[in-house]
């Protein structure tokens, strides 16, 4: 089996890539190893594809080492490559995938790593971009364009990224235009929503409970969408949203639906999200379960 990590080196102020070099190097009797150094966006998924194709009889173990983006790059670039396994080494910003499994904490040993079992999981097929924890759009496509432009800036910016994003969402994006189907269903008549997350994962922005019922590997995936209300009831129902109650203490604002497939039907151009990644100027968006096409190491609780 091969190891290669993955590093996107400005990942976490770069000092995730640093603890893996000097790990890697520093540690005797590993498996083989080889370190790749992403050099911008999509480059990650460039490389793992053209690395699995080039060594199509080798199983592959694939270590995304960055936030949420970088595990998203990676998949797109081993799916549909059965030699190929996704690891995490999480040292992103927010690191929202991996907290399905408590959190990034249980994915830092990079020795347990190495010799960790896999499982299979599901991912989102949203277009013609695969998504391992959620695609959203309306109010969270707002906070995400913010989190990038202040996700290097001091105070505003790290882990307070996602609530910068929400202060400036509250004053542009409380009310957005598109018709939305869960399995045919149309979830919205009147055409209108605040937000709406199609989950693989459950958490998003840095720790948001958004998705509680969520099953990674059931087939199914799960989407919540909420009405549009005033910025007071929004306040109050951002402490539930936080911890995962929203479904229980809302039911007047937020609707859940398990199934296999959401489709989104706008007038106009809109933004939709895929782990953190924006993608701009579409009409339409297909998002479908893609039912254990991944597998993805799960390293022991303790």
Request: net charge neutral; with cysteine; hydrophobic share 35%.
């Given at each position: 089996?091969?190891?290669?990590?993955?590093?996107?080196?400005?990942?976490?102020?770069?000092?995730?890539?640093?603890?893996?070099?000097?790990?890697?190097?520093?540690?005797?009797?590993?498996?083989?190893?080889?370190?790749?150094?992403?050099?911008?966006?999509?480059?990650?998924?460039?490389?793992?594809?053209?690395?699995?194709?080039?060594?199509?009889?080798?199983?592959?173990?694939?270590?995304?080492c960055g936030?949420?983006?970088?595990?998203?790059?990676?998949?797109?670039?081993?799916?549909?490559?059965?030699?190929?396994?996704?690891?995490?080494?999480?040292?992103?910003?927010?690191?929202?995938?991996?907290?399905?499994?408590?959190?990034?904490?249980?994915?830092?040993?990079?020795?347990?790593?190495?010799?960790?079992?896999?499982?299979?999981?599901?991912?989102?097929?949203?277009?013609?971009?695969y998504a391992?924890?959620?695609?959203?759009?309306?109010?969270?496509?707002?906070?995400?364009?913010?989190?990038?432009?202040?996700?290097?800036?001091?105070?505003?910016?790290?882990?307070?990224?996602?609530?910068?994003?929400?202060?400036?969402?509250?004053?542009?994006?409380?009310?957005?235009?598109?018709?939305?189907?869960?399995?045919?269903?149309?979830?919205?008549?009147?055409?209108?929503?605040?937000?709406?997350?199609?989950?693989?994962?459950?958490?998003?922005?840095?720790?948001?409970?958004?998705?509680?019922?969520?099953?990674?590997?059931?087939?199914?995936?799960?989407?919540?969408?909420?009405?549009?209300?005033?910025?007071?009831?929004?306040?109050?129902?951002?402490?539930?949203?936080?911890?995962?109650?929203?479904?229980?203490?809302?039911?007047d604002v937020?609707?859940?639906?398990?199934?296999?497939?959401?489709?989104?039907?706008?007038?106009?151009?809109?933004?939709?999200?895929?782990?953190?990644?924006?993608?701009?100027?579409?009409?339409?968006?297909?998002?479908?379960?893609?039912?254990?096409?991944?597998?993805?190491?799960?390293?022991?609780?303790?």
């Amino acid at each position: 089996m091969k190891h290669v990590f993955v590093v996107n080196p400005s990942a976490g102020n770069g000092e995730g890539a640093i603890k893996v070099k000097e790990f890697l190097e520093n540690t005797e009797n590993l498996p083989e190893w080889e370190i790749y150094t992403t050099t911008g966006q999509n480059d990650a998924s460039s490389f793992c594809s053209e690395y699995c194709e080039k060594n199509k009889d080798e199983i592959i173990r694939f270590y995304a080492c960055g936030g949420d983006g970088t595990i998203n790059e990676v998949v797109n670039g081993i799916v549909n490559h059965p030699n190929a396994i996704l690891a995490c080494y999480p040292c992103g910003s927010g690191d929202d995938f991996v907290k399905y499994y408590g959190g990034r904490e249980r994915f830092l040993n990079i020795e347990k790593l190495m010799n960790a079992p896999t499982m299979p999981i599901d991912l989102i097929k949203a277009n013609d971009r695969y998504a391992i924890n959620v695609v959203n759009f309306g109010f969270d496509a707002c906070v995400a364009n913010t989190m990038m432009n202040v996700k290097r800036k001091p105070i505003i910016g790290g882990k307070n990224s996602y609530k910068t994003g929400v202060a400036k969402a509250l004053f542009t994006a409380m009310k957005n235009s598109c018709k939305i189907y869960a399995d045919g269903e149309l979830l919205n008549p009147d055409g209108k929503f605040l937000l709406c997350t199609v989950a693989n994962g459950r958490y998003v922005g840095g720790g948001f409970h958004c998705s509680p019922k969520s099953i990674n590997n059931d087939g199914y995936i799960d989407i919540c969408v909420a009405k549009p209300i005033s910025r007071m009831k929004f306040l109050k129902v951002l402490d539930p949203y936080t911890k995962g109650t929203h479904f229980e203490d809302f039911p007047d604002v937020f609707t859940h639906r398990r199934c296999k497939k959401v489709e989104i039907e706008a007038k106009e151009g809109f933004v939709y999200v895929v782990d953190g990644e924006i993608i701009t100027d579409r009409t339409s968006l297909t998002c479908e379960c893609t039912h254990l096409s991944v597998n993805f190491v799960v390293p022991p609780e303790k």
